[in-house]
């Protein structure tokens, strides 16, 4: 083949520009300061630095769960420190209420003070996280705490929620509110609806133990449903618990009950003419308390003495059940208060289980991000090296290239 002058041009423009065009690659790759990342410059680094950022990706959103993590124990945290405000209020309102020579505002005054203290509480109970969780329904979804006519209903579970931080870790990041709150009569809503009952007619006008001597009327608020209540009945010739069937349809139920422990107590009921009302008879003394079972927010059994003829010789009383009497509100908060603490020490722990995975989460990242840099990073000497050579062959082969092209056929016959 016959190598012209155009030939020969077009040959050394070409090379000069690849030439140009890796110059140009070491440059840019200088300014970056990385290595070329295109998989067919290095398939081995290529597959290495794939596989080190797959492992990146996982700890950077092992990081993100672990952030969520401790801020939605902070969150709790944060919260049981409120219920604990609520309930160290609640115990000052029992130990004030205990006091038998508060005037009505004074009581209605505690009850306000107690209703607002329970709103607080729920409010606080349905709380929820940054990502719009509840923090206190456990797995569930919904909201943990509902109002019903009932009182205060946990509609969540008993599940934890928890965050996958590591290969083999699983922590627990919240405390489900059946666990925070308790359930069912030992529960702080409980505690706090019985307070303000206590607070609020007519149970506020009964009391622990009513008593009469000689003759008595005794009325009990009977259901359609099965409901029994115990109470301890003491007469002249001693005490003994009784437990007193208040349905409907037995309506001999509590006399006979009554007049089983006669031996014991010296008293003996007989059923009144309306078939409802019981009377006892004793000679001396006679007294009901220690009420358990029965309704909560009114008496279901009222107490007062009669004449022979059947007249009332003063007010009816009516009894108490006995976790309404101040004494017992009183434990009732106190337990409430320790609860609290248990809880934050527990969701304490659960904090610092968090931060204890994050911060080895950190470590693998940086441990990571450094094999990265190594994979990764520009020998920087190398390049610059290589960089100089390429650009000593360009300039010597673009001389090369002006001599040889300045040369004709009269320089040969000379």
């Given at each position: 083949?016959?190598?012209?002058?155009?030939?020969?041009?077009?040959?050394?423009?070409?090379?000069?520009?690849?030439?140009?065009?890796?110059?140009?690659?070491?440059?840019?790759?200088?300014?970056?300061?990385?290595?070329?990342?295109?998989?067919?410059?290095?398939?081995?680094?290529?597959?290495?630095?794939?596989?080190?950022?797959?492992?990146?990706?996982?700890?950077?959103?092992?990081?993100?769960?672990?952030?969520?993590?401790?801020?939605?124990?902070?969150?709790?945290?944060?919260?049981?420190?409120?219920?604990?405000?609520?309930?160290?209020?609640?115990?000052?309102?029992?130990?004030?209420?205990?006091?038998?020579?508060?005037?009505?505002?004074?009581?209605?005054?505690?009850?306000?003070?107690?209703?607002?203290?329970?709103?607080?509480?729920?409010?606080?109970?349905?709380?929820?996280?940054?990502?719009?969780?509840?923090?206190?329904?456990?797995?569930?979804?919904?909201?943990?705490?509902?109002?019903?006519?009932?009182?205060?209903?946990?509609?969540?579970?008993?599940?934890?929620?928890?965050?996958?931080?590591?290969?083999?870790?699983?922590?627990?990041?919240?405390?489900?509110?059946?666990?925070?709150?308790?359930?069912?009569?030992?529960?702080?809503?409980?505690?706090?609806?019985?307070?303000?009952?206590?607070?609020?007619?007519?149970?506020?006008?009964?009391?622990?133990?009513?008593?009469?001597?000689?003759?008595?009327?005794?009325?009990?608020?009977?259901?359609?449903?099965?409901?029994?209540?115990?109470?301890?009945?003491?007469?002249?010739?001693?005490?003994?618990?009784?437990?007193?069937?208040?349905?409907?349809?037995?309506?001999?139920?509590?006399?006979?009950?009554?007049?089983?422990?006669?031996?014991?107590?010296?008293i003996t009921a007989v059923m009144e003419d309306n078939g409802k009302s019981i009377r006892l008879l004793a000679e001396g003394e006679m007294s009901i308390a220690?009420?358990?079972?029965?309704?909560?927010?009114?008496?279901?059994?009222?107490?007062?003495?009669?004449?022979?003829?059947?007249?009332?010789?003063?007010?009816?009383?009516?009894?108490?059940?006995?976790?309404?009497?101040?004494?017992?509100?009183?434990?009732?908060?106190?337990?409430?208060?320790?609860?609290?603490?248990?809880?934050?020490?527990?969701?304490?722990?659960?904090?610092?289980?968090?931060?204890?995975?994050?911060?080895?989460?950190?470590?693998?990242?940086?441990?990571?991000?450094?094999?990265?840099?190594?994979?990764?990073?520009?020998?920087?000497?190398?390049?610059?090296?290589?960089?100089?050579?390429?650009?000593?062959?360009?300039?010597?082969?673009?001389?090369?290239?002006?001599?040889?092209?300045?040369?004709?056929?009269?320089?040969?016959?000379?």
């Amino acid at each position: 083949m016959t190598v012209g002058d155009a030939l020969f041009a077009r040959l050394a423009i070409r090379g000069f520009s690849t030439l140009s065009a890796e110059v140009g690659e070491l440059q840019s790759r200088i300014a970056s300061g990385v290595n070329d990342p295109r998989a067919s410059a290095d398939p081995a680094r290529a597959t290495e630095l794939s596989a080190l950022r797959d492992m990146r990706a996982r700890l950077d959103t092992r990081e993100g769960l672990g952030r969520n993590a401790a801020d939605r124990l902070a969150l709790t945290d944060e919260a049981l420190s409120g219920l604990s405000d609520n309930i160290r209020q609640l115990k000052e309102i029992t130990l004030r209420a205990a006091n038998d020579t508060l005037t009505s505002e004074a009581q209605g005054a505690l009850r306000s003070e107690a209703v607002m203290i329970r709103n607080e509480m729920l409010a606080i109970a349905n709380a929820s996280d940054t990502a719009g969780r509840p923090l206190f329904a456990g797995t569930a979804g919904a909201p943990a705490f509902e109002q019903t006519a009932a009182g205060v209903v946990y509609r969540g579970d008993d599940g934890a929620t928890v965050a996958q931080l590591g290969d083999r870790s699983r922590i627990v990041t919240g405390l489900p509110g059946s666990q925070v709150f308790g359930t069912g009569p030992s529960g702080l809503f409980a505690a706090i609806d019985d307070t303000i009952a206590a607070l609020t007619e007519p149970m506020l006008s009964a009391r622990q133990g009513v008593s009469a001597k000689g003759l008595a009327r005794l009325d009990l608020a009977r259901t359609r449903a099965a409901q029994d209540i115990e109470v301890t009945l003491t007469g002249p010739a001693g005490s003994a618990r009784v437990t007193l069937d208040l349905r409907l349809d037995a309506p001999g139920s509590p006399l006979e009950a009554i007049n089983a422990q006669s031996a014991r107590t010296g008293i003996t009921a007989v059923m009144e003419d309306n078939g409802k009302s019981i009377r006892l008879l004793a000679e001396g003394e006679m007294s009901i308390a220690d009420q358990h079972g029965g309704n909560a927010r009114a008496p279901v059994l009222t107490f007062g003495q009669i004449a022979p003829d059947g007249t009332a010789t003063g007010p009816a009383t009516g009894l108490r059940p006995a976790p309404l009497a101040p004494n017992a509100l009183v434990a009732r908060a106190e337990a409430g208060i320790n609860r609290m603490a248990l809880m934050r020490a527990e969701a304490g722990s659960l904090a610092a289980a968090v931060d204890k995975a994050t911060q080895s989460i950190a470590s693998q990242r940086l441990t990571v991000n450094q094999a990265v840099a190594g994979v990764e990073d520009l020998d920087v000497a190398a390049t610059i090296t290589r960089l100089q050579s390429l650009l000593l062959t360009e300039q010597a082969s673009q001389q090369a290239f002006v001599k040889i092209s300045g040369q004709s056929l009269f320089n040969y016959l000379r």
